[in-house]
């Protein structure tokens, strides 16, 4: 395979995570993998098979993974003794072995729209440059892109996460949702005290699901280095690293796409956040809260994220 143009890097194991995590998996690189090919988009696949359970079949042995002239998957397994997973110090380890010229960072139940590897080389094209981009939450019950999008119930923009009524078709819902989103802007520039600064500050970027997509140039990840590593939980930590990115002047740009999130049962509740995750939501303020008083680049990482003197076990599909 040639030097690829995109890096998508995943992390998970062989469990039943969601009920279902290997049936979501496949699914996704299926797709993924079809649409890179269709639109010759170079690319390779990097799964880190985090702390695998020993009772589960090797990850890497299953019938799941596509091959093409334009996509090949990397499978990099993470032992311990430990059961653990951790998203973030999983997808760092991803991020340091990766060869693409880009690095999108996802999730691996996450299916990227047509427009995305249609109209990649003429949207990406900036080295200095995050791309964002909105998420939907859709049914699994169909198998074309039209159709799922018509299913979503949870929509992930900027400035938070909006939940569809049942009676309210998408189409409808999805024209309305940013003439709401704009006349909540408007209130909020008008009123800035109803926000403190470091609310002004994430809803002025596009923070909401961000570890569902995050796509930037190999030496962005490099420069400012990955994700923070050691915290209670995986919560907020995508955020983090966004904001540890704009504290170094790197440029935000928001693509017109949405990604489809196979909907599944979750680890965290936002509606019931639990003790852990109300503390990451206070990490997250203070460290926005910092910035805004210092305005100085972040450095929240040490030179070993994602252990780059380790030689991983890796199995190329």
């Known amino acids: ?27 996704s690189l299926l797709w993924n993998a079809q649409l890179a090919a269709k639109h010759h988009i170079q690319t390779e696949l990097v799964f880190i098979n985090y702390h695998p359970e020993e009772n589960q079949k090797c ?11 334009y996509w090949n998957s990397r499978v990099i397994t993470v032992r311990s003794a430990s059961d653990a997973f951790l998203e973030f110090p999983a ?13 999108l960072i996802t999730n691996a139940d996450i299916l990227l729209p047509e427009l995305f590897f249609y109209s990649f080389h003429q949207w990406i094209k900036q080295s200095n440059t995050i791309y964002r981009a909105d998420r939907l939450n859709v049914s699994r019950r169909y198998n074309t892109e039209a159709a799922l999008i018509n299913t979503a119930d949870e929509y992930c923009v900027k400035g938070g996460i909006f939940y569809r009524p049942l009676m309210i078709p998408h189409g409808l819902y999805s024209a309305l949702l940013p003439t709401y989103l704009g006349a909540r ?8 005290f109803l926000l403190t600064p470091s609310e002004q500050f994430l809803l002025k970027h596009h923070f909401t699901a961000s570890g569902d997509f995050t796509l930037a140039h190999r030496d962005v990840w490099h420069r400012i280095q990955g ?13 983090l690293w966004l904001v540890k990115a704009l504290s170094h002047q790197i440029n935000l740009q928001e693509l017109p796409i949405a990604v489809l ?33 210092t305005r100085t680049p972040i450095v929240d990482t040490t030179d070993q994220w994602g252990n780059p003197e380790i030689n991983y076990p890796e199995d190329s599909i």
């Open 91 to 103: 997808k760092n380890i991803g991020i340091r072995r990766a060869r693409g010229q880009y690095f």
């Open 1 to 27: 395979m040639k030097q690829p143009t995109l890096s998508i890097i995943l992390c998970g194991r062989n469990d039943r995570y969601g009920d279902d995590f290997i049936d979501r998996l496949k699914r």
């Open 261 to 293: 999130h196979q909907s599944h049962e979750r680890r965290h509740n936002f509606s019931s956040p639990s003790q852990e995750m109300n503390q990451m939501w206070s990490i997250l303020q203070n460290q926005i809260s910092e910035y805004l008083a």
């Open 185 to 192: 802007r408007a209130v909020y520039s008008c009123l800035p």
């Open 227 to 239: 994700f923070r590593e050691h915290t209670p939980i995986s919560t907020h930590v995508d955020s």
């Open 59 to 69: 990850i890497s042995s299953l019938d799941i993974w596509p091959t093409s002239d």
